[in-house]
């Protein structure tokens, strides 16, 4: 499809594990987004890329998230030593530039920690 | 730091009647306002944006928004509402590094 495309759809992990989450952007979209949803809770800001370089990773929460984007298409979410706390549904968007505020938003992947 | 306000967590309407899902903000500068809407099971999608010029804004759906700024609001309205049109909305404001920062949502529950 021509969407935003995320997977795994959901994912369930024991605390302690590591998990990796993966969008794949609508081609052509430069700016990339990780946004973090929690129940009855808007979206929460983690971190976003132009290109391959993170412009903006303030909402990372602490060092055991990380994201990449080694070829300026598809993003890796990296999470370590997983927590409960952990738990949402991570959401990807992308968009044709960093600066036009009309993101398309993948269906996010459900992340629950045991 | 930019911040977006939505005061109801839930807004219930009879079909056919109009609806309003209120929205306010707090920002430094220029304002660039959206509302989002995310129905059940789906991702995210875009509906308006306000950027500057006209301050009733024209969007997805039916829906247009109206921008206040001597209110700090920027309300979503429509017409006549659908029971399809039930679903979660979302105010959102960029701040400076471009990221958009989202309100905690207000759902929307259209009845027959």
């Known amino acids: 499809g021509a969407g935003v495309s995320q997977t795994p759809s959901n994912k369930v992990t024991e605390k302690g594990k590591y998990v990796e989450l993966r969008c794949d952007p609508i081609s052509g979209h430069t700016a990339l987004y990780w946004y973090r949803q929690s129940l009855g809770q808007g979206p929460e800001f983690l971190i976003y890329?132009?290109?391959?370089?993170?412009?903006?990773d303030s909402g990372l929460p602490n060092d055991r998230f990380f994201a990449v984007r080694p070829e300026g298409s598809v993003s890796t979410l990296k999470i370590q030593r997983t927590e409960r706390g952990d738990s949402a549904v991570y959401l990807c968007?992308?968009?044709?530039?960093?600066?036009?505020?009309?993101?398309?938003f993948g269906e996010g992947s459900r992340l629950t920690v045991l | 730091a930019q911040s977006v306000a939505q005061p109801e967590d839930q807004v219930n309407v009879a079909e056919g009647n109009p609806l309003t899902v209120k929205c306010t903000y707090s920002v430094s500068g220029n304002p660039y306002l959206f509302w989002y809407v995310q129905y059940p099971n789906r991702g995210l999608q875009f509906l308006l944006k306000?950027?500057?010029?006209?301050?009733l804004v024209k969007g997805s759906y039916g829906f247009e928004a109206e921008f206040n700024k001597s209110q700090s609001s920027f309300h979503l309205k429509k017409p006549s509402a659908l029971v399809s049109d039930s679903a979660l909305y979302f105010c959102?404001?960029?701040?400076?590094?471009?990221?958009?920062?989202f309100g905690t949502g207000t759902r929307l529950q259209v009845f027959p």
């Open positions: 968007a992308s968009s044709q530039g960093a600066n036009t505020g009309e993101l398309f």
């Open positions: 306000y950027i500057t010029g006209d301050n």
């Open positions: 890329f132009q290109g391959t370089g993170a412009a903006d």
């Open positions: 959102a404001v960029r701040d400076h590094t471009d990221k958009l920062i």
